[in-house]
């Protein structure tokens, strides 16, 4: 009998495990520190913590990191660029933008592949999509050549107007693959829209992480199997979606922000349980802190974004990430306390850890400030040592004349002006006002810092999920599966020809129910979203609209609308015209249904046991409160500390806490009438 279902999310520091067990109707949690020598080791560590016979798992998600990892570290494949004949430089010359128009020290990221890596095939599609040269066998056995002398682990092709006709790249593919064992990544799959510089930029990362990302599924694939494993193994996508890790060895690009998206879905599904629609998802795990928003109950997904100053063609949930977590080390610059990015991560980890780190972080700050139990670490399996805390930050705390509680203090307040601001990022540079959310915070490190956060940005209410600490791998299992494609089509909007837009149309269906056969899902099942990318005549960029009637004047009437709330302004009198139009497809998997917790009880409770915790340079005496403890009803003011077994949240004085029938944490800052009355 089928038992239980699985979500696991690999971090820098942590891995994390959510199971469902469908016979006894609960969750279950679990840390285990990465493995970043063999992340499937961790994965194993986690689900043999619950899981005796592998048999009885009905499900299995996965949030991997390993494409991210190879991508950020410069440790991709060897990748061999295949272009058409007099376009060698596209790459190399990019764009003439400057991304950062006012830093004088700004230079352009190095190309992930040298232009001697680049061969120029003789061939070329006319921007119809019309054969004008025809491929030759000659330069197809050239490079075959080169590619047979081990010099490349991958292989990319991006060839002109290949979005309009994918024929040429199809034929030097099935021509390599004749002759080697190689992964080669076409244009006209993972980018199928115009501009050559950003397709053949996101064709180049999907080449350049594969084999990593194939080798690490591959291992776990093998490892699940040995222990009983016989089912597909999906994995999380960049756009909100799932996967098997069949379709994710060809497109590898979607795992890029595997793990953090399922947070994202996570907050999605909180807006069914709580109907709070406009959620800030913020994920502070040990490494890094990923913000991503929900709008109406939907996430905010974007078709296009750049990844280390590289663009990337592909809708992917819009994550702003910047390295701020527990591990995040601090230390002096230019006479200047500096928080982050570097990070300690799970190997030596933070001083307190214990494992020969000797250096402060983030995590080591909360320790020496008491917001932290040394003891109750993840429910007491992890045994912090204060001390070495303590020293650590003094080892600092001595070269600025500070104390070692006022150098404690300044590093948490520096990560946390640094998480506000990328917050801002997402919201106030869009136009978005982040005051008019709720801040949904998880991870392990997520809930102790995000009252203090929303307190910088004004917002006014904070939601704790009932499993913050492992809340990404909780998201990844109340999702669907989900395939993306897109058609060139330029045409000014007065001018579109509905029969020749809905045929790409059904071209498109037809591609997406291929692909979601092959993971399974009938067509019965499958759901199509239409959307179309628009812009004013003359504009470069669009604004994608959903298209739900092919009513083509109320189109131009939402295109209008939305670039006033984007922009703050429009031209209702201006021409428009389509460039691109789009096709998702969600094939819907089994949801598990959240039951509520009855068991009410509207008290105001005292906590379980105090501990001296440092406030603004002050030390008060704190309540120190249990989740296992908490119903729903149940309320009390801060500050306080509630202690989980993944996580600890931190809640300063001027603060009320509810638990909701969901035992989630509801946390709302106090008004001054209500301050009186306390």
């Given at each position: 009998?089928?038992?239980?279902?699985?979500?696991?999310?690999?971090?820098?520091?942590?891995?994390?495990?959510?199971?469902?067990?469908?016979?006894?109707?609960?969750f279950h949690t679990h840390k285990t520190l990465t493995t970043p020598h063999n992340l499937a080791e961790g994965?194993?560590?986690?689900?043999?913590?619950?899981?005796?016979?592998?048999?009885?798992?009905?499900?299995?998600?996965?949030?991997?990191?390993?494409?991210?990892?190879?991508?950020?570290?410069?440790?991709?494949?060897?990748?061999?660029?295949?272009?058409?004949?007099?376009?060698?430089d596209v790459y190399e010359i990019g764009r003439a933008n400057r991304t950062e128009m006012y830093n004088i020290?700004?230079?352009?990221?190095?190309?992930?592949?040298?232009?001697?890596?680049?061969?120029?095939?003789?061939?070329?599609?006319?921007?119809?999509?019309?054969?004008?040269?025809?491929?030759?066998?000659?330069?197809?056995?050239?490079?075959?050549?080169?590619?047979?002398?081990?010099?490349?682990?991958?292989?990319?092709?991006?060839?002109?107007?290949?979005?309009?006709?994918?024929?040429?790249?199809?034929?030097?593919?099935?021509?390599?693959?004749?002759?080697?064992?190689?992964?080669?990544?076409?244009?006209?799959?993972?980018?199928?829209?115009?501009?050559?510089?950003?397709?053949?930029?996101?064709?180049?990362?999907?080449?350049?992480?594969?084999?990593?990302?194939?080798?690490?599924?591959?291992?776990?694939?093998?490892?699940?199997?040995?222990?009983?494993?016989?089912?597909?193994?999906?994995?999380?996508?960049?756009?909100?979606?799932?996967?098997?890790?069949?379709?994710?060895?060809?497109?590898?690009?979607?795992?890029?922000?595997?793990?953090?998206?399922?947070?994202?879905?996570?907050?999605?599904?909180?807006?069914?349980?709580?109907?709070?629609?406009?959620?800030?998802?913020?994920?502070?795990?040990?490494?890094?802190?990923?913000?991503?928003?929900?709008?109406?109950?939907?996430?905010?997904?974007?078709?296009?974004?750049?990844?280390?100053?590289?663009?990337?063609?592909?809708?992917?949930?819009?994550?702003?990430?910047?390295?701020?977590?527990?591990?995040?080390?601090?230390?002096?610059?230019?006479?200047?306390?500096?928080?982050?990015?570097?990070?300690?991560?799970?190997?030596?980890?933070?001083?307190?850890?214990?494992?020969?780190?000797?250096?402060?972080?983030?995590?080591?700050?909360?320790?020496?400030?008491?917001?932290?139990?040394?003891?109750?670490?993840?429910?007491?399996?992890?045994?912090?040592?204060?001390?070495?805390?303590?020293?650590?930050?003094?080892?600092?705390?001595?070269?600025?004349?500070?104390?070692?509680?006022?150098?404690?203090?300044?590093?948490?307040?520096?990560?946390?002006?640094?998480?506000?601001?990328?917050?801002?990022?997402?919201?106030?540079?869009?136009?978005?006002?982040?005051?008019?959310?709720?801040?949904?915070?998880?991870?392990?490190?997520?809930?102790?810092?995000?009252?203090?956060?929303?307190?910088?940005?004004?917002?006014?209410?904070?939601?704790?999920?009932?499993?913050?600490?492992?809340?990404?791998?909780?998201?990844?299992?109340?999702?669907?599966?989900?395939?993306?494609?897109?058609?060139?089509?330029?045409?000014?909007?007065?001018?579109?020809?509905?029969?020749?837009?809905?045929?790409?149309?059904?071209?498109?269906?037809?591609?997406?129910?291929?692909?979601?056969?092959?993971?399974?899902?009938?067509?019965?099942?499958?759901?199509?979203?239409?959307?179309?990318?628009?812009?004013?005549?003359?504009?470069?960029?669009?604004?994608?609209?959903?298209?739900?009637?092919?009513?083509?004047?109320?189109?131009?009437?939402?295109?209008?609308?939305?670039?006033?709330?984007?922009?703050?302004?429009?031209?209702?009198?201006?021409?428009?015209?389509?460039?691109?139009?789009?096709?998702?497809?969600?094939?819907?998997?089994?949801?598990?249904?959240?039951?509520?917790?009855?068991?009410?009880?509207?008290?105001?409770?005292?906590?379980?046991?105090?501990?001296?915790?440092?406030?603004?340079?002050?030390?008060?005496?704190?309540?120190?409160?249990?989740t296992h403890d908490l119903k729903p009803g149940n309320h009390f003011i801060g500050p306080a500390v509630i202690?989980?077994?993944?996580?600890?949240?931190?809640?300063?004085?001027?603060?009320?806490?509810?638990?909701?029938?969901?035992?989630?944490?509801?946390?709302?800052?106090?008004?001054?009438?209500?301050?009186?009355?306390?």
């Amino acid at each position: 009998m089928s038992r239980y279902r699985l979500g696991v999310d690999i971090g820098g520091t942590f891995t994390d495990l959510v199971v469902y067990d469908q016979k006894e109707k609960v969750f279950h949690t679990h840390k285990t520190l990465t493995t970043p020598h063999n992340l499937a080791e961790g994965v194993m560590q986690c689900i043999n913590q619950y899981v005796k016979d592998f048999n009885e798992i009905e499900y299995f998600v996965h949030g991997t990191t390993s494409g991210l990892n190879a991508f950020l570290e410069r440790k991709g494949a060897r990748v061999a660029l295949l272009t058409t004949e007099g376009f060698r430089d596209v790459y190399e010359i990019g764009r003439a933008n400057r991304t950062e128009m006012y830093n004088i020290q700004y230079s352009k990221p190095a190309p992930l592949l040298d232009r001697e890596n680049t061969y120029e095939i003789k061939e070329r599609m006319s921007y119809q999509g019309e054969v004008q040269t025809p491929i030759e066998s000659v330069n197809i056995n050239g490079v075959i050549n080169e590619l047979k002398k081990g010099k490349y682990d991958a292989v990319a092709v991006c060839f002109l107007h290949s979005y309009k006709n994918p024929k040429h790249e199809q034929e030097i593919r099935d021509a390599i693959e004749k002759e080697l064992d190689i992964p080669v990544s076409l244009s006209s799959e993972i980018a199928r829209e115009w501009r050559e510089y950003e397709r053949v930029s996101t064709t180049i990362i999907n080449a350049y992480i594969a084999p990593i990302v194939k080798k690490y599924l591959n291992i776990l694939e093998q490892q699940m199997v040995e222990n009983g494993f016989d089912k597909d193994i999906y994995i999380m996508q960049s756009n909100g979606g799932v996967m098997t890790s069949k379709v994710a060895k060809q497109l590898p690009l979607q795992t890029l922000m595997s793990g953090p998206v399922g947070g994202t879905i996570g907050g999605v599904n909180l807006t069914r349980l709580t109907g709070e629609k406009n959620l800030i998802c913020v994920d502070m795990g040990g490494t890094s802190f990923d913000v991503s928003i929900t709008i109406d109950g939907e996430p905010d997904v974007t078709a296009e974004t750049i990844m280390e100053g590289f663009p990337i063609l592909s809708p992917m949930v819009n994550i702003h990430t910047v390295g701020a977590g527990g591990g995040s080390l601090a230390y002096l610059e230019g006479g200047g306390l500096r928080v982050g990015p570097k990070s300690a991560g799970s190997n030596p980890g933070p001083a307190c850890y214990g494992n020969g780190g000797n250096q402060p972080t983030v995590t080591d700050a909360n320790v020496v400030l008491g917001r932290i139990d040394p003891n109750n670490f993840l429910g007491g399996d992890l045994k912090l040592d204060k001390e070495a805390a303590y020293q650590a930050v003094k080892s600092v705390a001595d070269q600025i004349n500070l104390s070692v509680e006022e150098t404690a203090e300044g590093i948490c307040d520096i990560a946390n002006a640094k998480m506000a601001d990328a917050i801002r990022n997402l919201t106030v540079k869009r136009g978005i006002d982040p005051r008019e959310f709720t801040i949904v915070a998880f991870g392990g490190a997520g809930p102790m810092h995000a009252v203090l956060i929303a307190d910088l940005l004004d917002v006014k209410k904070v939601l704790v999920p009932n499993v913050s600490g492992t809340f990404s791998a909780w998201g990844m299992l109340q999702t669907d599966i989900r395939f993306d494609t897109v058609r060139n089509y330029v045409s000014l909007l007065s001018n579109v020809k509905k029969n020749e837009m809905q045929s790409l149309y059904n071209e498109m269906q037809e591609e997406c129910i291929s692909m979601l056969n092959q993971q399974h899902i009938s067509t019965d099942q499958i759901r199509f979203q239409k959307s179309v990318d628009i812009r004013y005549v003359g504009q470069e960029y669009t604004v994608n609209i959903v298209n739900e009637s092919d009513d083509l004047a109320k189109l131009e009437e939402q295109f209008h609308e939305s670039h006033f709330d984007i922009y703050g302004h429009n031209n209702p009198n201006g021409g428009t015209e389509i460039v691109n139009i789009r096709t998702t497809a969600l094939g819907d998997l089994e949801k598990i249904e959240i039951k509520k917790d009855n068991t009410s009880s509207e008290e105001f409770i005292l906590a379980d046991h105090t501990r001296e915790i440092v406030w603004n340079g002050v030390e008060k005496t704190t309540g120190v409160y249990s989740t296992h403890d908490l119903k729903p009803g149940n309320h009390f003011i801060g500050p306080a500390v509630i202690e989980d077994k993944n996580s600890t949240i931190v809640i300063p004085p001027k603060f009320s806490i509810s638990i909701d029938e969901n035992r989630n944490i509801k946390i709302s800052k106090i008004t001054i009438k209500e301050v009186e009355l306390v």
